[in-house]
């Protein structure tokens, strides 16, 4: 048996973050060469993943990131099966790390980030199914999601539940962060009202008729009450139209327009952990 050092099992727990037995037990199984060590750890973590591939991952870490000139930014959910986990600091290490991949790499698809390098070693995917037999919980990237503008800002709520992303025409790092934290509290449906769907409009002018002659207004009525309760829809659902929440007097839109006349929304994300 080969002999395994201290300092051996000590450099593979840091190259991988696996426990101090796991990693001895992989280089007795390597007979001490560490690239060996790596990928019994993987065959680990594949062997785990399997087994827990039917398990709901309904926690986890929602994380927000900007690239150096805030002109992109980027949102990823990194899920796992207990609170416990999602709080632990290696773990939510370990979905900072990822994000930073995600940043520097600017990936087009989930499938794109799952297959960038997240080290000198492993894909983010093969890093995935490693700690997945590290930690033995499912791991999985449930959202990523990008904004491109000329000012990007992001909220991270606490407790790494919700990350929102705000898109700006201009450069203004305070009203975008004050943006980002309302779309976080009040949960936007779209940007603007021309980007809700014709279903949801649908939806709203009949669940407003259904109201409306619930209370026995006339039939003639119906569609002019439903109208006014689908403008009310729009000032509850739509970003640029929201009440700010730092001043009830004005609309964000309106708000924006009191720091610069041009000022302007370009796009929104709001992710919040779900499995």
Do not use: W
């Amino acid at each position: 048996m080969a002999n395994v050092t201290a300092a051996d099992v000590n450099k593979l727990r840091k190259m991988t973050g696996a426990g101090m037995m796991d990693c001895k037990k992989a280089l007795v199984e390597a007979e001490g060469d560490l690239e060996m060590a790596i990928d019994v750890l993987r065959k680990q973590g594949q062997k785990v993943a399997a087994k827990r591939a039917d398990r709901q991952a309904g926690e986890g870490a929602v994380l927000a990131a900007c690239n150096a000139d805030n002109t992109r930014g980027t949102i990823i959910s990194l899920n796992c099966e207990t609170d416990f986990v999602a709080k632990n600091d290696s773990f939510v290490a370990i979905a900072s790390d990822i994000l930073k991949v995600a940043v520097d790499h600017s990936p087009a698809s989930h499938a794109d980030l799952l297959a960038l390098p997240f080290d000198a070693v492993m894909s983010v995917n093969e890093k995935l199914i490693e700690q997945t037999g590290v930690i033995g919980e499912k791991l999985e990237i449930s959202f990523f999601e990008m904004v491109e503008a000329p000012f990007v800002a992001f909220y991270i709520h606490a407790g790494n539940k919700l990350a929102t992303l705000i898109g700006l025409n201009h450069t203004a790092e305070e009203a975008g962060r004050n943006i980002a934290m309302q779309a976080a509290a009040m949960s936007p449906l779209a940007l603007k009202r021309d980007e809700v769907s014709q279903e949801a409009i649908d939806r709203e002018l009949e669940v407003g008729k259904d109201l409306a002659r619930q209370e026995g207004k006339p039939e003639e009525m119906l569609e002019r009450i439903a109208q006014g309760r689908l403008n009310k829809f729009f000032k509850e659902s739509t970003l640029e139209e929201q009440e700010y929440i730092k001043d009830s007097k004005m609309s964000v839109g309106q708000y924006l327009k009191s720091v610069n006349k041009d000022l302007g929304l370009t796009a929104f994300k709001r992710v919040a952990l779900q499995s």
